[in-house]
């Protein structure tokens, strides 16, 4: 296998209908993939995640910046040259073809030894369990099913890096989750270098060994699934990870005290200047209490969401609706007035800009043994 790096990576695109310049889609983008690592790209649509896949695959030509795998520059190198492989949103599967045909076409164009063909073709397919398919088109096959045949076409390839460009959106949710499984124990059998396009950040935390968020064109963040989720660099990883959200509260710091903008909600933060911040809060870090206590803040549960082994309630708290976790042994009915319990260290602590739409950065943690609450 491999690693890859990507340094200062540029891409232009000519505007719309040709009118003006050329439009910046990637923005200095520069990483680096550890051999056998697998990572993920994230963000929402139109961030530039699968343009950055397809400059890695030679599929789009890069306006500035370098890419090279195994430290050899590849940025000039067709994508049959860079001994990688694709596995496409859409499968792209030769119709045409039987199972078996399209596993060892690619093998036959590169004028691999017909018994090495098949020895590769079937340790594939008894890794991805379609055997049973080998006779079968396309139309025949579920898409769970397309889905491991294209996974088994890049394999019997035994490429230097893996490259996946939304695989399972095509797939129901059930045989998302099975698909996903069957991608780790892939990725673990192989050890092979993996680099992952998708939108859905379940699938980015349950895959990757790190997450790159993009948003934009630009890196946001480069972490481990626990870092982007515990550790956000900004208020647009806060509010990409978990579900539900991550509350976000706009208000303002003094004298150790956290008070939010126009709804009655403070919490001590000693420690922090004075300055306008954005208070973040995860759903399972508020606890809800009816013993009322004159420092906490109050709402009244609006909606309750049942999940089961939890509930989900909302919470209205001024013009502010908070989204707290409770077990789902507790009572609440709706209209109920309940007080918030927040502990300080679990709270995320950004800057709060002025301009619309503006992601502030994190500022940090409160980190003490003892809430002061």
Known sequence: MANVG???LCKDKPSVHGKGGPHRILHDISMDIADGEFLVLVGPSGCGKTTL?????????????QISIDGQPVSDMPPQDRDIAMVFQSYALYPHMTVRENLSFGLKMRRTDPSEITSRVDEAAHMLDIGHLFSRYPRELSGGQRQRVAMGRAMVRRPKVFLFDEPLSNLD???R???RLELLRLHKRLGATMIYVTHDQIEAMTLADRIAVLKQ????????PATLYGQPANTFVARFFGTPE????????????????GIPFRVCLP????RPVCLGIRAEDVQVQQTAREELPQGRIE????????????IRCGDKVLSVRSPANKTWPPGTVVHLVVSPERCHVFAQHGETGADGDRLGPYAQTEAPL
Do not use: Y
């Open 177 to 179: 989750q099975q698909t």
């Open 217 to 224: 064109g630009k890196v946001e963040q480069i972490g481990t």
């Open 246 to 261: 991550m509350n976000l509260l706009p208000g303002r710091i003094e004298a150790g005290w956290f008070t939010a903008d």
């Open 53 to 65: 896949l397809r400059c890695v695959a030679g599929l789009e030509t890069l306006t500035s910046g």
């Open 173 to 175: 949710a059930a045989l």
């Open 303 to 314: 909606v309750i969401e049942h999940h089961g082994h939890e509930d989900l309630l909302h």
């Open 6 to 8: 990507i340094a200062r």
């Open 271 to 274: 420690g922090f200047p004075d």
